[in-house]
């Protein structure tokens, strides 16, 4: 798979035109699109016109819902067809009525099944459709329409005819580190669908209850029977529900349990299994059969083979490694000995076709694989008969908030050499683009990723999952500004205001809230022990975050002898600049939940994320501020005590206000996260987390077992310390003068 690091660093310029469209609201964008200027209303006394028993009953009630939800709760006449005296929305299936155009994916079979015809006539508005599936779009694209008229129930005059380019658009949630509650799955489901997004990837990890692997199950985790429910669920909306699982690499998850570590391929590090231990087999084929056994109806899997990288570099494996031709040689090996036992269940498996994977171990894969990864070996996959499908991410590495609207710097060049100017939205439109103009592979879908991993909530990832599957049904004539903009119309509504501003304010306040704290070798986590490249002889620490400690006066004079801040002039100067920003953040989302409707959670989430971001501010702010009052102190020590006591109380006070504000912050995340999520625990229902972290990665969810990852390197800055080193100067210098003394606790590292 590729990098999830994809941290941008200039932001996009365009901002979407203030006035609204007819089609503003449309997205995916249709294929083909003709609407007149000239406007017609539908009102409570039109019907919708079906043949009997056509329609599917999730697609007339997405129809029926919908307008129930614009004011226009309308019945259904069932007369084959044929329109009565009355205006009506016709809904047909007829197979072979509506042609597609070109394609960049062969299989047109596939693809005529999701074409649809959308006429609008004054008294008849008719969707038309090869099969139930273009149906169900091309009343998502008909509701689109609407909503963005509101709250005129206005519809233009014309036609638009479309169809996909590719059959496949698959979005990645990532449940490895948190589980949604049942009914927020299907509720992500659902709106998923709208977007004409057909194919659902879920990485749960401990999160479903194995019963051929008991010890990785967690307190909350999804039985077989609600896996099930969840399928049908998505197949209902025209979605195939697509079990993930890693191997032979990311899999700490398994190989942190002593049950398994006789599996790991280094003794000591539980990163990746042994391919040549035939138990790992076992495993894997038990786990992936249960899932396939939950999932019937499903026709994809995900094999993910994602960083393999220490593949036949162990003594263990190295001797079968150099017998094959190679590291990459085995794990083709592998990836056949799993692929076909998958398929052989009836399941089309896709798998990331990358490193220690080279060109020349193609052939030894099986072709009834789809790679799941667009890269430069993609011409001799296709060669092998192999399909492909693009993959990008809407985020990769970011904790708070995704790269939408990255921070200004100086260059737009990383470290790495790599353009990060863009942003998210562009950045993967970019990718599908690319790949589908080099046309050098079998092209059947794209795949939008968001890692969650890194700790954030998935709900930020929307904008681009929208988006970028947008990109893969029709990315003509559609730049990465007009796709943000209409995705802020149809996901919040026409009475939006300024959400694309929150989403500008919140990317600038995320990526401040990682660059505005020092890294250094952390002391509280375990070392890593290797990286892509190779196994590290010795353990190297992980980075971790921190920022220069307060003063602490002398005992006697309370002189300071430091005359630096904690937080840089730079860091600080940003700081109040992004305050009223926040502020503006705020106040937008509030005003917006008044007038969303349908996305209330979603702003809660963004009010959260708004929070964390305002929480650093205050904290870097704070800081400088409690330096100047024991600078006023030290200034005041000698002439008047009871104004240096006053000025060491003041600043005291001002830290304990801080983790006030801290631990209020935290309560409110939790309190919005946990709406939709299993609260993270390490007991519930008679099983227990094990709270080990990965030995190669490291991610920030596994470093606590609850919410508090988010508050980390802020429950380490060493405050307890200099808050009882303060108090103890303070109380010995009050004595000398016969002021009162104080004897307050801090309990920094508290926070429930």
Not at 24 to 42: D, H, V, Y
Not at 199 to 217: D, M, Q, R, T
Not at 318 to 327: R, T, Y
Request: net charge positive.
């Amino acid at each position: 798979m590729p990098s999830r690091s994809n941290a941008q660093v200039t932001a996009l310029q365009q901002s979407p035109a203030k006035k609204r469209e007819v089609s503003s609201g449309l997205l995916p964008l249709p294929q083909q699109l003709k609407l007149a200027e000239k406007m017609f209303t539908i009102g409570k006394n039109w019907q919708i016109v079906s043949a009997p028993s056509a329609v599917p009953g999730p697609v007339m009630s997405s129809l029926q819902q919908g307008l129930k939800e614009a004011g226009l709760p309308l019945n259904v006449a069932q007369n084959k067809g044929k329109a009565g005296k009355s205006p009506a929305i016709r809904l047909v299936i007829q197979e072979g009525s509506v042609d597609i155009g070109a394609t960049v994916d062969t299989n047109r079979t596939a693809l005529a099944r999701q074409a649809y015809r959308l006429s609008l006539k004054p008294e008849l508005i008719t969707i038309t459709a090869n099969a139930p599936q273009g149906l169900y779009y091309g009343i998502q694209t008909f509701l689109q329409l609407l909503r963005a008229q509101a709250p005129k129930l206005q519809l233009p005059e014309g036609e638009m005819t479309d169809w996909p380019n590719v059959e496949v658009r698959m979005i990645y949630w990532d449940d490895a580190h948190h589980l949604e509650k049942l009914s927020a799955l299907k509720r992500i489901i659902r709106q998923a669908s709208t977007y004409k997004i057909n194919a659902f990837a879920i990485k749960l990890e401990g999160h479903f209850n194995y019963k051929s692997a008991p010890a990785i199950v967690e307190p909350y985790a999804l039985s077989p029977q609600e896996y099930q429910e969840l399928t049908d669920y998505a197949k209902a909306y025209y979605i195939d529900m697509v079990p993930f699982l890693d191997a032979p690499a990311h899999v700490s998850f398994i190989l942190k349990h002593p049950e398994y570590r006789h599996l790991r391929l280094v003794d000591d590090i539980n990163y990746q299994f042994s391919v040549t231990n035939p138990g790992t087999f076992d495993l894997l084929d038990a786990m992936f059969s249960e899932l396939i056994q939950a999932s019937k109806g499903s026709k994809y899997i995900l094999l993910s083979t994602d960083e393999a990288y220490y593949t036949g570099k162990a003594p263990s494996e190295k001797k079968m490694a150099d017998s094959l031709g190679g590291n990459g040689r085995l794990l083709a090996w592998f990836i056949k000995k799993m692929a076909d036992r998958l398929h052989e269940q009836g399941r089309t498996v896709l798998f990331w076709g990358e490193f220690p994977l080279t060109k020349e171990d193609i052939p030894s894969l099986p072709s009834h694989l789809v790679n799941g990864v667009y890269n430069n070996m993609a011409p001799d996959f296709k060669k092998h008969g192999i399909r492909q499908f693009v993959y990008t991410a809407t985020q990769g590495a970011e904790p708070i908030f995704p790269n939408y609207y990255p921070l200004h710097t100086k260059t737009a060049i990383m470290a790495d050499g790599s353009d990060r100017s863009s942003g998210r939205v562009a950045d993967m439109m970019k990718d599908i683009r690319t790949a589908f103009s080099e046309n050098l592979a079998s092209f059947m879908g794209v795949v939008i990723a968001g890692w969650a991993d890194a700790g954030l909530h998935p709900e930020t990832f929307w904008l681009g999952y929208a988006t970028g599957t947008a990109a893969g049904w029709n990315n003509k004539n559609l730049t990465p500004a007009d796709a943000s903009a209409r995705f802020m119309t149809s996901f919040y509504g026409p009475a939006q205001k300024d959400m694309d501003t929150v989403y500008r304010i919140l990317s600038v306040q995320a990526e401040f809230h990682t660059e505005s704290w020092d890294w250094i070798a952390s002391p509280w986590r375990s070392p890593i022990k290797g990286n892509s490249d190779s196994l590290y002889l010795q353990p190297k620490p992980e980075r971790d975050q921190t920022l220069p400690l307060l003063p602490v006066p002398d005992s006697g004079t309370l002189a300071i002898t430091s005359t630096s801040y904690p937080v840089n002039a730079k860091r600080f100067a940003t700081a109040q600049s992004l305050l009223p920003r926040h502020e503006r953040a705020l106040q937008l989302l509030r005003d917006n939940k008044s007038r969303a409707g349908t996305q209330l959670y979603n702003l809660e989430v963004l009010e959260s994320v708004a929070a964390i971001c305002g929480q650093n501010l205050r904290m870097l702010l704070t800081l400088n501020q409690v330096t100047d009052r024991l600078k006023e102190a030290s200034s005041a020590a000698a002439a008047n005590p009871a104004l240096a006591i006053r000025q060491l109380d003041a600043a005291m006070e001002m830290v304990s206000k801080l983790k006030n504000q801290r631990d209020s912050t935290l309560e409110l995340v939790t309190k919005i996260w946990y709406k939709e999520w299993h609260p993270l625990v390490e007991k519930a229902n008679g099983r227990t987390y094990l709270h080990q972290v990965d030995d190669i990665k490291d991610h920030q969810p596994v470093r606590t077992i609850d919410l508090s990852y988010l508050i980390y390197r802020e429950l380490h800055y060493p405050l307890e310390q200099w808050w009882n080193e303060v108090q103890k100067v303070r109380n010995a210098y009050a004595q000398r003068h016969q002021l009162p003394l104080t004897n307050k606790r801090l309990d920094w590292q508290r926070y429930e």
